[in-house]
């Protein structure tokens, strides 16, 4: 246990210069009805394409990653970690947002405040605009439910992370 505790005191405890801010509904899990979902232990598993775009974005910048999704509030920030790592997924978890408030601008806010985070970063979401804080808007891809994080999404991304 003591190996659990020092590595993600490890992780949370390191600056980044870009931070990927990710939902999952919506955005690596699409709901349009035409994808076979399948289930393992931690839920329904991610679409490849949505996997792919994801690793574009991570290839070309970077970014690491903090979990917004509605999934940390079952899945505890180490098995967060342990899903990624046995779902093979690209990129690195380095932490979760606190579930604080119904708007997950403030969530991310209270983020970037505790970690003193002065880099760049980018949302990832399927939920309106109106969810986040307006100085978050410019760092906002609203990703499109149906379809997932698709290849034009992915590269508002890397331009948002990259300039």
Not at 23 to 37: I, K
Not at 104 to 129: A, P, Q, T
Request: charged share 25%; net charge positive; aromatic share 12%.
């Amino acid at each position: 246990m003591k190996s659990l505790i020092q590595y993600i005191k490890a992780i949370v405890s390191r600056s980044y210069n870009r931070v990927i801010f990710l939902d999952f509904d919506g955005v690596l899990v699409p709901d349009n009805g035409t994808w076979e979902w399948r289930r393992d232990r931690y839920g329904r598993e991610f679409h490849p394409e949505c996997v792919n775009n994801l690793k574009e974005i991570i290839d070309a910048t970077d970014a690491k990653i903090v979990i917004t999704s509605s999934w940390r509030g079952y899945l505890s920030l180490w098995q967060l970690i342990r899903m990624w790592n046995a779902r093979n997924m690209p990129g690195e978890i380095v932490g979760v947002t606190k579930q604080i408030s119904i708007y997950r601008g403030i969530e991310i806010d209270e983020w970037i405040s505790k970690h003193k985070f002065s880099g760049r970063y980018v949302i990832l979401d399927d939920m309106s605009h109106r969810q986040f804080e307006s100085n978050q808007h410019h760092n906002l891809v609203t990703i499109y439910g149906g379809r997932g994080l698709s290849v034009s999404d992915a590269m508002q991304a890397i331009d948002i992370l990259s300039k």
